[in-house]
C-alpha cells in the first residue's frame, strides 16, 4: 500500500484505544509507558508508574481465586484521577505515543472530532483481560488532546462488551459509533464526510472490525487509515541506565478504498473495454483520490457516448488535457496532439461526425445491434445532409425540398444520383433496405440481432458477410459504407479513440 496526501477536509478521526496509546513524563523526566510491562523485553514502566505514585502495584482476584496484577485500567483511573484531584485538571504530562502526528495533521486538514473507542469488558470476563480495559487511558488521551486543542471534540465510547465479541464490537460500530461520527458532522458548502481511522495498539478483533465497516462505507465517503508509523526504537536506554518511551514521528495515510483496488480494477477496466463509462466511474469514485485524471477522463467519455458533446462539454475537455494532473502522466508530445486533434474536432463538422464512430463500436463492442445500427443511420444521415450542403444538391435538383427539410429518403436518393447509382444498384437497394429498417425498429418498435443487420449488405450482394456474424464483421460494413459516403480521416488519429486508448493503456499499467 502507498502513503497518500488526502488535502480534504477530514470529518471525524476514530481511534481504537490500546495500553500502549499514551506515556507519563515523570518526574525524573522519563517517558513510562502505560503498555510496557516487562514483558516482550519491555522496560517494567507499568511497576514504576505505580512507584511515581507512591503506590505499591496490588492484585485483581476472580471468583476462581486466580489473581492478576493491575493494570492498565487501575493504572489509568489512578492517574486520571490523581491529574483530576491532585494536579488540579492538568494532564501536561501525559505523552500521546502513537497519535500525535495523526492528531496534528488532522487538525490542519480542518478535524473538528475524535472519538475515542476504549474497552469497558462486563464482570462475565476474567480479570485477564478487564484488567487490561482503556477506559481510563481513553480518558487521559481526552484530557490531553482538548488541552492541546481546547476546540476539538472528543467523545469517549466504552462499551460493556467483550473485547474479543467479533459480532457485538461490529453492531456497536454499525448502530452507534459510525452513525455518531456521521451525525455530527456539519457539511460546509457541500464538503464531503471524510472519515480517518486509527487501529494501532488496540485489541486486534475490535482493531479488524472497525476497518471491516470502515471499508464497508468506502462506496459512501472516502475513509483513510490513518496509522502511525513504528519509531526506530520503543525504548531507549540512556546513559544512567534509565528506559525511557518514544514517540512516533509519522504515519501513514492510506485510503481503504486501495484494498479494492486490485479487484475493481478488473471491474473498471471490463467497463471501460465495452465503452459503459458510467459504469467505470461509478467505481472509479472511491479511487478518485490516486486515480483522479482516469476518473475524469471516464466522465467525459461517459458525456460523450450520450451524445453531450455541447459548447461547455468540450471547454471542460479542453482544461483537462490542459491540466497540471494530465501533464504529469502525458507527455508534452501527447497533450500537444489531443489539442490540436480538440480544435479539428471542434471546427470541422465531418472529423466531428468521424469522431462519433467511437460510440457505434463500443455498441458492437457491448452486442447492443439494435442502439448500434440507429446510431449508424444517425452519422449515416449527418453525413449524407452535410454533403448535401456542401455540393448544393437542391440547386442541382438532387434533392426536391429545401436544404433544411430533405429526409433520410431524399438525402440516400440525392447521394445515388450524385454517385449516378440506378435505383437496380446494390447501392441504391442497400440505402432502401437500411432506410426501412430504420423505420422498422423506430416506427414498429422493432429490434435486430447481428445476422439481421448483417443480412442488409448480403442480400444486396456485398461481401464480407460470415457467418455468425460477429461485431467486428458489422464495424466492418458500416465504416465501409460511411467511406463510401465521405473521405475518412485516420480513425486511429482521432481525439476520442485516443482517449479511449489512453484510459485503457493506464488501467493496463496501475498498480
Not at 492541546?148 to 467479533?166: G, Q, T, Y
Request: proline share 3%.
Amino acid at each position: 500500500m502507498k502513503t497518500t496526501n488526502n488535502t480534504n477536509q477530514v470529518s471525524t478521526l476514530i481511534i481504537t484505544v490500546g495500553t500502549r496509546q499514551i506515556g507519563w513524563r515523570c518526574k525524573d523526566g522519563i517517558i513510562r509507558s502505560f503498555g510496557a510491562d516487562g514483558n516482550i523485553g519491555y522496560p517494567k514502566h507499568i511497576n514504576e508508574l505505580y512507584q511515581e505514585l507512591d503506590i505499591e502495584r496490588g492484585k485483581h482476584q476472580d471468583a476462581d481465586g486466580k489473581t492478576y496484577p493491575w493494570s492498565g485500567r487501575d493504572l489509568g483511573q489512578r492517574y486520571y484521577e490523581y491529574c483530576k484531584e491532585w494536579l488540579g485538571g492538568d494532564f501536561s504530562k501525559i505523552e500521546l505515543l502513537l497519535d500525535k502526528t495523526v492528531i496534528e495533521a488532522g487538525i490542519k486538514q480542518g478535524l473538528k472530532h475524535i472519538i475515542l473507542w476504549g474497552t469497558d469488558q462486563p464482570e462475565t470476563v476474567s480479570w485477564a483481560y478487564r484488567r487490561l480495559d482503556t477506559l481510563w487511558i481513553a480518558g487521559l488521551m481526552a484530557a490531553k488532546i482538548k488541552s492541546l486543542f481546547p476546540d476539538i471534540r472528543v467523545d469517549i465510547h466504552a462499551p460493556k462488551i467483550n473485547a474479543n465479541d467479533s459480532e457485538a464490537i461490529r453492531q456497536e460500530l454499525e448502530q452507534l459509533v459510525l452513525k455518531e461520527a456521521i451525525s455530527a458532522f456539519t457539511p460546509i458548502r457541500n464538503q464531503e464526510f471524510i472519515l480517518w481511522i486509527q487501529t494501532k495498539g488496540c485489541t486486534p478483533v475490535i482493531a479488524s472490525n472497525v476497518e471491516i465497516c470502515a471499508a464497508a462505507l468506502v462506496r459512501q465517503y472516502q475513509v483513510f487509515n490513518a496509522s502511525p508509523n513504528e519509531p526506530n526504537e520503543f525504548f531507549t536506554t540512556l546513559e544512567n541506565g534509565l528506559v525511557t518511551a518514544n514517540h512516533s514521528q509519522t504515519f501513514s495515510l492510506i485510503s481503504m478504498a486501495e484494498y479494492f483496488w486490485s479487484l475493481e480494477k478488473v471491474k473498471i477496466q471490463s467497463a471501460w473495454e465495452r465503452g459503459d463509462f458510467s459504469e467505470a466511474q461509478i467505481w472509479l469514485a472511491v479511487h478518485q483520490h490516486r486515480h483522479p485524471v482516469l476518473y475524469k477522463l471516464a466522465g467525459f467519455l461517459a458525456q460523450y457516448s450520450n451524445w453531450e458533446s455541447n459548447k461547455e462539454f468540450y471547454q471542460k475537455l479542453k482544461d483537462w488535457i490542459g491540466s497540471n494532473d494530465v501533464s504529469e502522466l502525458v507527455t508534452s508530445e501527447q497533450v500537444a496532439t489531443w489539442k490540436t486533434q480538440l480544435q479539428k474536432m471542434q471546427a470541422d463538422k465531418i472529423t466531428n461526425l468521424w469522431e462519433s464512430t467511437l460510440i457505434l463500436e463500443l455498441a458492437l463492442k457491448r452486442e447492443n445491434y439494435t442502439t448500434a445500427f440507429i446510431q449508424f443511420v444517425q452519422i449515416l444521415e449527418q453525413l449524407l445532409y452535410l454533403q448535401s450542403i456542401n455540393q448544393k444538391w437542391h440547386i442541382k435538383g438532387w434533392i426536391v425540398n429545401n436544404q433544411d427539410e430533405a429526409t433520410l429518403q431524399q438525402l440516400m436518393q440525392g447521394w445515388c444520383i450524385y454517385k449516378k447509382f440506378k435505383e437496380d444498384t446494390k447501392w441504391s437497394k442497400l440505402m432502401t433496405d437500411m432506410r426501412k429498417k430504420r423505420n422498422q425498429i423506430i416506427h414498429e418498435g422493432e429490434s435486430v440481432n447481428s445476422k439481421q443487420v448483417g443480412d442488409i449488405w448480403a442480400n444486396n450482394g456485398f461481401d464480407g458477410v460470415k457467418i455468425p456474424t460477429t461485431p467486428t464483421i458489422i464495424k466492418n460494413l458500416m465504416i465501409d459504407l460511411l467511406k463510401e459516403i465521405s473521405t475518412a480521416p485516420n480513425l486511429n488519429n482521432l481525439l476520442m479513440r485516443s482517449l479511449y486508448q489512453w484510459g485503457l493503456n493506464y488501467l493496463q499499467d496501475a498498480g
